[in-house]
């Protein structure tokens, strides 16, 4: 048998074992009308999306690719209340985004990660505090105009 043979019927034989799709399989269909298309409610939540520019697109994907229950975080796009609480919530969905982002989870099944907003125990009145209390109303037209000027990236899956 000639070398060329041999090269080229190893290579037809790992042709046919590759994968022939590099593009995860959608695993959950997540309905965003649920969570207000991950726009937030509350317009100081949305400021802070807005100059932080979080990833809301990386946060989808980890849900409908990686089976990330994400149901605990709908209060915080439904809601109206910005409280310390809202605030870990939102850290946690920055810190999912930014390592979705990254790729870091791969095809890891994610199903059995229990995300809850950060225990405060006896504290737990400091976790309703409202945060919106300490913003000056006067400031309100500007964290407006800030929200409207920002792009928002629309989440598509």
């Known amino acids: 048998m000639k ?7 190893a290579l037809a034989a790992f042709a046919t074992a590759a994968p022939t799709s590099t ?9 965003l009308g649920s ?14 999306l807005a100059i932080n520019g979080f990833n809301l697109q990386a946060f989808a994907q980890l849900s409908a690719f990686n089976n990330l229950n994400i149901g605990g975080f709908q209060n915080l796009f439904v809601g109206n209340n910005f409280d310390i609480n809202a605030l ?8 999912l985004s930014q390592l979705g982002g990254l790729g870091v ?7 059995a990660l229990q995300l809850n907003v950060f225990d405060l125990g006896l504290l737990g009145g400091i976790g309703g505090f409202d945060v919106s209390s300490l913003i000056q109303q006067s400031l309100v037209p500007q964290l407006q105009t800030v929200i409207q000027q920002t792009q928002i990236n629309t989440v598509v899956l």
Do not use: C, H, M
């Open 3 to 9: 070398a060329s043979t041999i090269f080229v019927s």
């Open 23 to 31: 593009i995860p399989e959608k695993r959950v269909n997540l309905d």
């Open 35 to 48: 969570f207000n298309n991950f726009g937030f409610n509350n317009q100081d939540l949305q400021y802070l």
């Open 88 to 95: 870990l919530q939102l850290q946690q969905i920055a810190l």
């Open 105 to 111: 989870f791969g095809n890891f099944d994610l199903s």
